[in-house]
Protein backbone atom coordinates (compact mmCIF):
# COMPACT_ATOMS: atom_id res chain seq x y z
CA UNK A 1 0.00 0.00 0.00
CA UNK A 2 3.09 2.49 0.15
CA UNK A 3 2.69 5.38 -2.15
CA UNK A 4 -1.20 4.79 -2.19
CA UNK A 5 -1.92 7.44 0.93
CA UNK A 6 0.37 9.96 -0.45
CA UNK A 7 -1.66 9.79 -4.39
CA UNK A 8 -4.99 9.91 -1.97
CA UNK A 9 -4.02 12.60 -0.15
CA UNK A 10 -2.86 14.45 -2.80
CA UNK A 11 -6.37 14.18 -4.94
CA UNK A 12 -8.01 15.27 -1.34
CA UNK A 13 -6.55 18.70 -1.12
CA UNK A 14 -6.76 19.22 -4.65
CA UNK A 15 -10.09 17.88 -5.27
CA UNK A 16 -10.85 20.02 -1.94
CA UNK A 17 -9.69 23.29 -3.52
CA UNK A 18 -10.46 23.27 -7.68
CA UNK A 19 -13.47 22.88 -10.08
CA UNK A 20 -13.98 19.69 -8.91
CA UNK A 21 -15.92 20.95 -5.34
CA UNK A 22 -19.27 20.83 -7.19
CA UNK A 23 -18.90 17.08 -7.81
CA UNK A 24 -17.51 16.36 -4.30
CA UNK A 25 -20.88 17.52 -2.91
CA UNK A 26 -22.56 15.73 -5.19
CA UNK A 27 -21.02 12.66 -4.70
CA UNK A 28 -21.25 13.23 -0.83
CA UNK A 29 -24.95 14.12 -1.16
CA UNK A 30 -25.81 10.60 -2.63
CA UNK A 31 -23.68 8.92 0.10
CA UNK A 32 -25.97 10.72 2.80
CA UNK A 33 -29.25 9.28 0.42
CA UNK A 34 -28.41 6.18 0.45
CA UNK A 35 -26.61 6.21 4.38
CA UNK A 36 -30.73 7.51 5.26
CA UNK A 37 -32.56 4.78 3.35
CA UNK A 38 -30.05 1.68 3.61
CA UNK A 39 -28.13 2.22 6.78
CA UNK A 40 -31.11 3.33 9.28
CA UNK A 41 -32.60 6.35 8.95
CA UNK A 42 -32.11 9.91 9.81
CA UNK A 43 -30.23 10.24 13.17
CA UNK A 44 -26.00 9.70 12.83
CA UNK A 45 -26.12 8.93 16.45
CA UNK A 46 -27.79 5.46 15.42
CA UNK A 47 -26.92 5.08 12.51
CA UNK A 48 -23.10 4.78 12.15
CA UNK A 49 -23.07 4.97 8.03
CA UNK A 50 -24.92 8.44 8.23
CA UNK A 51 -22.21 8.85 10.79
CA UNK A 52 -19.34 8.45 8.37
CA UNK A 53 -21.27 10.09 5.27
CA UNK A 54 -21.41 13.26 7.18
CA UNK A 55 -17.65 13.49 8.33
CA UNK A 56 -16.67 12.93 4.63
CA UNK A 57 -19.35 15.80 3.43
CA UNK A 58 -17.71 17.89 6.20
CA UNK A 59 -13.87 16.58 4.73
CA UNK A 60 -14.74 18.54 1.12
CA UNK A 61 -16.02 21.38 3.16
CA UNK A 62 -19.62 20.82 2.48
CA UNK A 63 -22.04 23.52 4.81
CA UNK A 64 -23.74 22.90 7.61
CA UNK A 65 -27.22 23.56 6.49
CA UNK A 66 -26.48 21.84 2.91
CA UNK A 67 -25.81 18.54 4.42
CA UNK A 68 -28.53 18.98 7.30
CA UNK A 69 -30.95 19.60 3.89
CA UNK A 70 -29.71 16.54 1.68
CA UNK A 71 -30.37 14.46 5.28
CA UNK A 72 -33.91 16.34 5.72
CA UNK A 73 -34.33 15.70 2.35
CA UNK A 74 -33.16 12.04 1.96
CA UNK A 75 -35.87 11.29 5.00
CA UNK A 76 -38.65 12.59 2.92
CA UNK A 77 -41.15 10.50 1.13
CA UNK A 78 -40.11 12.47 -2.20
CA UNK A 79 -36.30 11.01 -1.67
CA UNK A 80 -34.25 9.82 -4.32
CA UNK A 81 -34.14 6.49 -5.14
CA UNK A 82 -30.11 5.55 -5.80
CA UNK A 83 -29.06 2.04 -6.49
CA UNK A 84 -24.89 1.11 -6.47
CA UNK A 85 -23.72 -0.60 -9.63
CA UNK A 86 -20.13 -1.19 -10.59
CA UNK A 87 -18.01 -1.52 -13.86
CA UNK A 88 -14.62 -3.26 -14.49
CA UNK A 89 -12.65 -3.11 -17.71
CA UNK A 90 -9.36 -2.20 -19.06
CA UNK A 91 -8.17 1.32 -20.11
CA UNK A 92 -4.89 1.16 -22.64
CA UNK A 93 -1.79 -0.40 -21.90
CA UNK A 94 -3.57 -3.06 -19.72
CA UNK A 95 -4.16 -0.68 -17.15
CA UNK A 96 -7.92 -2.52 -15.17
CA UNK A 97 -9.96 -0.03 -13.60
CA UNK A 98 -12.83 -0.44 -11.41
CA UNK A 99 -15.65 1.99 -11.44
CA UNK A 100 -18.31 2.36 -8.34
CA UNK A 101 -21.33 4.54 -9.43
CA UNK A 102 -24.60 5.91 -7.00
CA UNK A 103 -27.71 6.19 -9.64
CA UNK A 104 -30.87 6.72 -10.38
CA UNK A 105 -31.03 5.87 -13.82
CA UNK A 106 -28.78 2.42 -14.36
CA UNK A 107 -29.16 2.85 -18.48
CA UNK A 108 -28.11 5.90 -18.35
CA UNK A 109 -25.24 5.46 -16.42
CA UNK A 110 -24.25 1.77 -18.28
CA UNK A 111 -24.15 3.77 -21.75
CA UNK A 112 -21.80 6.67 -20.25
CA UNK A 113 -18.98 4.37 -18.69
CA UNK A 114 -19.13 2.46 -21.83
CA UNK A 115 -18.52 5.53 -23.67
CA UNK A 116 -15.81 6.49 -21.71
CA UNK A 117 -14.48 3.45 -22.29
CA UNK A 118 -14.53 3.51 -25.79
CA UNK A 119 -13.71 6.72 -26.55
CA UNK A 120 -10.59 6.48 -24.91
CA UNK A 121 -9.13 3.17 -26.21
CA UNK A 122 -10.05 0.96 -23.23
CA UNK A 123 -12.75 -1.50 -22.93
CA UNK A 124 -15.63 -2.32 -20.76
CA UNK A 125 -15.48 -6.13 -19.21
CA UNK A 126 -17.67 -8.10 -17.14
CA UNK A 127 -18.68 -7.91 -13.79
CA UNK A 128 -16.46 -9.97 -11.76
CA UNK A 129 -13.47 -10.02 -13.89
CA UNK A 130 -11.34 -7.65 -12.24
CA UNK A 131 -12.52 -7.89 -9.14
CA UNK A 132 -9.80 -10.39 -7.97
CA UNK A 133 -7.09 -7.90 -8.80
CA UNK A 134 -8.31 -5.58 -5.62
CA UNK A 135 -8.61 -5.97 -2.37
CA UNK A 136 -11.61 -4.55 0.02
CA UNK A 137 -9.72 -2.45 2.70
CA UNK A 138 -11.14 0.34 5.36
CA UNK A 139 -9.11 3.82 4.70
CA UNK A 140 -9.66 6.65 7.21
CA UNK A 141 -7.82 9.83 6.03
CA UNK A 142 -7.11 12.07 10.10
CA UNK A 143 -6.12 15.19 10.07
CA UNK A 144 -2.54 15.53 12.30
CA UNK A 145 -3.38 18.73 13.95
CA UNK A 146 -6.76 17.15 15.26
CA UNK A 147 -5.17 14.69 16.78
CA UNK A 148 -4.41 15.14 20.55
CA UNK A 149 -2.38 11.95 21.05
CA UNK A 150 1.26 11.52 20.42
CA UNK A 151 2.62 9.03 17.88
CA UNK A 152 3.10 5.74 20.33
CA UNK A 153 0.21 6.27 22.13
CA UNK A 154 -2.08 6.89 18.87
CA UNK A 155 -0.41 3.83 16.96
CA UNK A 156 -1.11 1.83 20.09
CA UNK A 157 -4.90 3.18 19.86
CA UNK A 158 -5.13 2.29 16.04
CA UNK A 159 -3.54 -1.14 16.43
CA UNK A 160 -6.56 -1.65 18.81
CA UNK A 161 -8.58 -0.53 16.64
CA UNK A 162 -8.18 -2.92 13.62
CA UNK A 163 -5.07 -0.42 12.09
CA UNK A 164 -2.83 -2.90 9.89
CA UNK A 165 -0.90 -0.08 8.12
CA UNK A 166 -0.37 3.46 8.70
CA UNK A 167 1.27 5.93 6.10
CA UNK A 168 1.80 9.28 7.38
CA UNK A 169 2.31 12.06 4.86
CA UNK A 170 3.08 16.15 5.54
CA UNK A 171 -0.12 16.70 7.69
CA UNK A 172 -2.27 13.79 6.96
CA UNK A 173 -2.37 10.00 8.71
CA UNK A 174 -3.73 7.19 6.31
CA UNK A 175 -5.00 4.68 8.26
CA UNK A 176 -5.64 0.81 6.71
CA UNK A 177 -7.94 -1.67 8.21
CA UNK A 178 -9.63 -5.03 6.88
CA UNK A 179 -12.57 -4.38 5.50
CA UNK A 180 -14.35 -6.12 8.34
CA UNK A 181 -12.81 -3.68 10.68
CA UNK A 182 -14.07 -0.71 8.86
CA UNK A 183 -16.76 -0.84 11.83
CA UNK A 184 -14.38 -1.35 14.70
CA UNK A 185 -12.18 1.52 13.36
CA UNK A 186 -14.97 4.03 13.12
CA UNK A 187 -16.21 3.26 16.65
CA UNK A 188 -12.53 3.60 18.34
CA UNK A 189 -11.98 6.71 16.44
CA UNK A 190 -15.00 8.16 18.10
CA UNK A 191 -14.06 7.32 21.23
CA UNK A 192 -10.63 8.72 20.77
CA UNK A 193 -12.85 11.99 20.18
CA UNK A 194 -10.94 11.77 16.61
CA UNK A 195 -13.16 13.02 13.79
CA UNK A 196 -12.01 11.49 10.31
CA UNK A 197 -11.09 13.89 7.39
CA UNK A 198 -12.52 10.39 4.64
CA UNK A 199 -13.53 7.58 5.84
CA UNK A 200 -14.39 4.94 3.48
CA UNK A 201 -14.28 1.16 2.24
CA UNK A 202 -11.89 1.18 -0.89
CA UNK A 203 -10.51 -1.33 -3.31
CA UNK A 204 -6.39 -1.00 -3.29
CA UNK A 205 -4.55 -2.56 -6.10
CA UNK A 206 -2.73 -6.54 -5.05
CA UNK A 207 -0.27 -5.35 -8.36
CA UNK A 208 0.04 -2.33 -9.72
CA UNK A 209 1.75 -1.44 -13.34
CA UNK A 210 4.58 1.29 -14.52
CA UNK A 211 3.84 3.35 -17.24
CA UNK A 212 6.31 6.11 -19.04
CA UNK A 213 4.99 9.39 -17.57
CA UNK A 214 3.20 10.39 -21.09
CA UNK A 215 1.20 6.82 -20.63
CA UNK A 216 0.58 7.39 -17.37
CA UNK A 217 -0.86 10.92 -17.93
CA UNK A 218 -3.16 8.99 -20.82
CA UNK A 219 -4.41 7.02 -18.37
CA UNK A 220 -4.87 9.71 -15.45
CA UNK A 221 -6.96 11.61 -17.59
CA UNK A 222 -9.05 8.76 -18.49
CA UNK A 223 -9.76 8.27 -14.85
CA UNK A 224 -10.70 11.99 -14.46
CA UNK A 225 -13.40 11.73 -17.40
CA UNK A 226 -15.10 8.64 -15.48
CA UNK A 227 -15.22 11.23 -12.27
CA UNK A 228 -16.46 14.38 -13.77
CA UNK A 229 -19.35 11.76 -14.63
CA UNK A 230 -22.09 12.75 -12.26
CA UNK A 231 -23.14 9.03 -10.98
CA UNK A 232 -19.08 7.98 -10.41
CA UNK A 233 -18.55 7.63 -6.85
CA UNK A 234 -15.23 6.37 -7.08
CA UNK A 235 -12.93 4.68 -9.61
CA UNK A 236 -9.57 2.51 -9.01
CA UNK A 237 -7.50 1.58 -11.05
CA UNK A 238 -3.66 -0.44 -11.40
CA UNK A 239 -1.51 1.94 -12.71
CA UNK A 240 1.52 2.44 -10.45
CA UNK A 241 1.97 6.47 -8.77
CA UNK A 242 5.21 7.25 -8.85
CA UNK A 243 7.11 10.64 -7.44
CA UNK A 244 7.87 11.45 -11.40
CA UNK A 245 4.02 10.88 -11.97
CA UNK A 246 3.02 12.74 -8.61
CA UNK A 247 5.25 15.71 -9.82
CA UNK A 248 3.98 16.02 -12.53
CA UNK A 249 0.56 16.26 -11.01
CA UNK A 250 0.88 18.87 -8.42
CA UNK A 251 2.45 21.09 -11.68
CA UNK A 252 -0.61 20.81 -13.04
Known sequence: MAGHSKWANIKHRKGAQDKKRAKQFTRAIKEITVAVKEGGGDDPETNSTLRNAISNAKGVNMPKDTIERAIKKASGADADTYEMVTFEGYGPHGIAIYVECTTDNTNRTVASIRSIFSKNGGSLGTNGSLEFLFDRKGVFILDQDHVELNSEDLELELIDGGALDLEKEEDLITVYTEFT????????????????????????????????????????????????????????????????????????
Do not use: W
Not at 191 to 204: D, G, M, S, Y
Not at 217 to 240: C, G, R, S, W
Open 181 to 252: DFGKMASKLETLHIEPKNAEVQRIPLNTTELPLEEAMQILNLIDKFEEDDDVQNVYHTLKITDELISEIENK
